[in-house]
């Protein structure tokens, strides 16, 4: 059960400390399904006096009248359930019990899309009842747009928040948390198919190889994250045909806004919209090149979510044959291009041990015209250049490499002279050979002795 609270000691203090104080408490928690925010939730409350509440898709009336019997439930109190008491009134009831009571609603967005006034309800809840009692009212909700929404300035809960808590995948470097015995080389893997999400991180088997496990939760019919992309589009978008389209352009590489228009043929006007709420819930990013202007000619859109980057790159396109039960097919293709799609989630991952092991000051992957160099840092008036490769490199291959990254470096203006280069490969024949000429050479083992 403590796999699903790796790196949420932080997360966890601060809610308990919440909890712990005399005042009320206004916390939103937020974050992309299966992320473990309700084991989070349900982690910090215990030892307190809680209420858990999970709203659904059942209308209000009925989620109003099962939000009863859980407050009866917490305070002894039959009457309450056999009541026609509103949400305000029911807030009231517990506001004026004067206890700490920890008030957890969980999947919010499902009563605001019921009912778009019951956020009005919640904020006349907290103006007349609860701000001056001891009630801790936590809300949590999946959908990222809507609860942003909730929290911006338009919204009728804006600035009465105490506490917000946006709750992130997990990094490679947790994956081992899960797969301890696996090798540096397949929790890498697990990484780029899964990402850091706990839920699906928790349905790999340790006893089975990592392309088992592929075969088993991935491509066959009965999968369980075979269906689970759509699942999480059709939870945000009511069409999400469009934007299969485009999220697949992305994972085959064509990460431009012109690129794409052309991939999709939708118009310029439709792209740009859809890339705007695929950037908001969070499955891609739009990117610019470190240390150049942000102009909309050297803009990408890439995934910062592996599921979704594996998930279109090869399950989407081969699913008539998943369809058709060809998995030794399908498996077959993805180890032929696994090794090449792998290229981008060890840049990412690489990027995420960069800042932990150096501590830059500013940094990123930069491109222009043509050239492209996988990572560059300053750190007290020194540039750093990397080369990231997901293969084993020679000595002389190496060697290379870092000739062609020394050429590409004086074209970035990092405004500094000094400068320093290194490579990061999954292995690096001659490793002591080039740090003893003054380069920075990382394999992948380091990016797990952290």
């Known amino acids: 059960m403590m796999q699903q609270f790796v790196n949420r000691k932080s997360e966890l203090e601060a809610l308990r400390n919440a909890f712990e104080s005399n005042k009320a408490e206004l916390i939103v928690i937020y974050g992309r399904r299966r992320v473990g925010k309700t084991a989070l939730v349900l982690k910090s409350v215990e030892g307190f006096r809680h209420l858990y509440f999970l709203a659904d898709e059942r209308s209000e009336r009925e989620n109003l009248a099962e939000f009863r019997k859980k407050v009866a439930e917490l305070l002894g109190d039959d009457v309450i359930a056999r009541s026609n008491l509103d949400w305000v009134e029911l807030f009231d009831y517990m506001a004026r019990r004067g206890e700490k009571l920890v008030v957890i609603i969980d999947e919010l967005p499902y009563l605001v899309s019921s009912n778009s006034a019951f956020p009005s309800l919640l904020q006349k809840a907290w103006d007349l009842h609860i701000q001056n009692s001891k009630v801790k009212l936590v809300l949590v909700g999946s959908s990222i747009g809507m609860m942003e929404r909730l929290l911006g300035y338009k919204s009728p809960l804006y600035g009465r928040r105490t506490m917000q808590l946006d709750v992130k995948p997990l990094k490679y470097w947790h994956v081992r948390e899960f797969l301890p015995h696996y090798s540096p080389e397949d929790l890498m893997r697990v990484y780029g198919v899964a990402d850091g999400i706990p839920a699906y991180l928790r349905q790999f088997d ?69 890339l705007d709420n695929l950037v908001r819930i969070r499955v891609i990013a739009k990117v610019h090149p470190a240390f150049e202007p942000e102009k909309r000619r050297n803009t990408r859109y890439e995934f ?93 291959g190496a060697r290379e490499v870092l000739r062609s990254l020394e050429r590409k470096a004086r074209y970035v203006r990092t405004g500094t002279k000094e400068m320093l280069f290194g490579l990061i490969a999954r292995g690096v024949e001659g490793r002591k050979k080039l740090e003893e000429r003054g380069l920075l050479v990382f394999e992948l083992n380091d990016l797990f002795s952290l």
């Not at 190889?209 to 991935?218: A, G, I, K, Q, T």
């Not at 012109?258 to 740009?272: A, C, H, K, L, Y």
């Not at 058709?324 to 990027?351: P, S």
Request: hydrophobic share 40%; proline share 2%.
């Open 206 to 274: 340790e006893r089975l190889s990592f392309w088992e496990n592929v075969e088993r939760l991935f491509l066959r019919k009965e999968s369980p994250l075979y269906t689970e992309a759509e699942f999480l589009l059709r939870q945000e978008f009511r069409e999400p045909a469009r934007y299969f389209s485009i999220l697949k352009a992305i994972a085959f590489g064509k990460t431009s806004f012109g690129e794409i228009v052309n991939f999709t043929g939708f118009d310029r006007g439709t792209v740009s919209r859809y």
């Open 304 to 396: 910062v979510d592996n599921y979704f980057r594996f998930w279109f790159r090869f399950v989407y396109p081969n699913r008539e044959r998943v369809e058709r039960e060809l998995y030794g097919e399908v498996l077959e293709e993805v180890r032929q291009n696994f090794d090449h799609y792998m290229g981008q989630v060890f840049e990412m991952a690489v990027a995420d041990f960069l800042w932990r092991k150096l501590a830059f000051e500013k940094g990123g992957r930069w491109w222009s015209k043509g050239e492209e160099i996988d990572f560059v840092g300053l750190k007290k008036g020194k540039a750093y250049f990397f080369e990231v490769k997901w293969s084993k490199l020679t000595y002389h």
